[in-house]
């Protein structure tokens, strides 16, 4: 066995030693064989003290989950808190798979919903702060308008994978 698989056994061994969950052993399986699950680690075990994890998040989910961040804040306190929603909803998705907990098709189409519902959340919190800053955006004919976005290839095809 190599020094690093050793070091990261380790390491999940470590981490996890106390915590009471029903998928412990794929949690560390999840560790050790994810660098981006090592450097969250932190994120991650309390992930799981949360979250039983057993199954996968209606998309309204990670939508209502949203609402419940502070939109108030600097925008670099938004966009980090941002980031930690993603990876935490990333972390529990790369759990549900290792555990076998959901097809690859649904796991996929689950990383899509959660990109769409942080795309659409950050759309309204742009859109709020330039109308905080400017006024109501209009139209040439001075017509309250929204702002759109359009996805395309894997995240259009709810196709988004773990290298997405």
Known sequence: MTSILQAKIWFAEKNLKDL?????????KVLVTSDFACKNSVLFKTLLQEDPCQKLLPRQAYFDALKELPTASSQAAYMSQLRRFRNRHFLRLLLLDAAGKSSTEAIMSSWS????ALILHCLDYCYASLKSS??????NQHEPIQFHTLAM???GGCELNFSS
């Open 153 to 155: 290839g894997k995240l």
């Open 20 to 28: 009471e969950h029903p998928l412990k052993d794929e949690a560390k």
């Open 113 to 116: 919903d959660c990109a769409d």
């Open 134 to 139: 400017y006024g109501q955006p209009k139209s």
